[in-house]
């Protein structure tokens, strides 16, 4: 089951990546000193159906899905991700302001932390995040905005 779940949210990443090529998707980051938060969004209608339902994931049109990493620089320069928590906000361009509910997922050495929202084709999201990573006393806050079209 835990080989299954692995395998399945890997091809989640894969196609996520695939789709940030598109204007579908968009992926940032920003830098903390040590810490690095990155972001992708993408529209849920990019994953492959077995994947989303194993990642308990809703495929639909008008359903987004963002996703957040926090790295941490080793002292050889390298990245490696930590856990930590992660919340948020995503208002439309008329303010309407709905909550994210972030899950975190772990496979192996990597952690990811991902909700879903509802958009409309063509909608200005403005994204307001905060993470922070275990054993860390500040907040690192990333706010970016994106606009995802219904297929």
Known sequence: MIAKTFSAFRNLLVIALIGLCSLQAQAGSK??????????VLPSTFLAPEVAKANNLQRSKGIGIVNISIMKENE?????????QVE???SNDVQQVRFLAFRRIQEGDSVY???E???????LMTFNITARPTGH???????????????
């Open 88 to 90: 948020g906000k995503v």
């Open 137 to 151: 006393r500040q907040d690192l806050a990333v706010r970016f905005a994106h606009t995802l079209f219904s297929d």
């Open 76 to 84: 050889d320069g390298s990245m490696s991700p930590v856990s930590g």
């Open 113 to 115: 932390f991902i909700a």
């Open 31 to 40: 830098d903390f000193g040590e810490y690095k938060v990155l972001w992708s």
């Open 117 to 123: 929202y509802q958009y409309s084709s063509g909608e």
